[in-house]
């Protein structure tokens, strides 16, 4: 049973423009979410996270949104640069500090 | 400050071996993951050590086990290999701070059972 869904394997976006990966989760007891980017033979890099106390957090060119009504999270990435071309995953914890892992999302930024 | 680190990178076994994976956190982590990558699978979890004991487990066989060590150091045992099995095998650290954690990835051990 997947508790942590990303719809789209994969997106592609001019360079530049704004890159929108979205997460949706399905237990309400997660109250920590996290983002991170994986390169190909590498391990996931963390690379920012929202409390469910909050609905934006924002870390440069990074930012996520937080929809708890919804039980959905979005990360934007403005503008888009070559070098963020990853696999990104979202993941959710409990009070228990256990993580759950979305699937991933494969970005393509093109030049 | 040391990142996690996994070893061996890539290892290739055949149907029936068994294999032990090794992963050190970062100083000061004590909390240690593991997790299976397999293509369109993102990441499952295995299980979760901290302070010496399993505290979490996934919905993975008995064939899969761990411990850790008191210096919070880590292994993974894989017995009976199958060819399912091959996979990028990450191993994750965190704090425990007694909030919330982030979790700390090592670079992962490519294992390929033939």
């Known amino acids: 049973d997947q508790q942590v869904k990303q719809n789209s394997p994969s997106l592609s976006v001019q360079e530049g423009r704004i890159s929108i990966l979205n997460c949706d989760y399905t237990n309400s007891m997660f109250d920590y979410f996290l983002w991170y980017k994986k390169y190909p033979a590498e391990g996931p890099t963390f690379l920012i996270s929202i409390s469910s106390i909050k609905d934006k957090n924002e870390d440069g060119r990074f930012t996520v949104f937080l929809n708890k009504s919804a039980k959905h999270l979005s990360l934007h990435i403005v503008p888009s640069q070559p070098g963020d071309s990853a696999v990104y995953f979202c993941a959710a914890e409990n009070t228990g500090n256990q993580f759950y892992f979305g699937t991933g999302t494969s970005l393509t930024v093109i030049p | 400050k040391a990142g996690v680190t996994q070893t061996p990178r890539y290892l290739i076994k055949t149907r029936g071996q068994q294999v032990t994976l090794s992963c050190s956190p970062i100083?000061?982590?004590?909390?240690v993951s593991w997790y299976q990558q397999t293509p369109g699978q993102g990441l499952q979890f295995l299980f979760e050590?901290?302070?010496?004991?399993?505290?979490n487990k996934g919905n993975f066989p008995g064939r899969f086990s761990g411990r850790q060590f008191s210096n919070s150091r880590s292994e993974m045992n894989v017995s009976t290999l199958e060819l399912g099995d091959s996979a990028l095998y990450l191993c994750?650290?965190?704090?425990?701070?007694?909030?919330?954690?982030?979790?700390?990835f090592g670079p992962g051990t490519r294992l390929t059972v033939l």
């Open positions: 100083s000061g982590h004590r909390s």
């Open positions: 050590y901290f302070s010496e004991t399993q505290r």
């Open positions: 994750a650290s965190s704090l425990v701070s007694g909030g919330y954690d982030t979790q700390y």
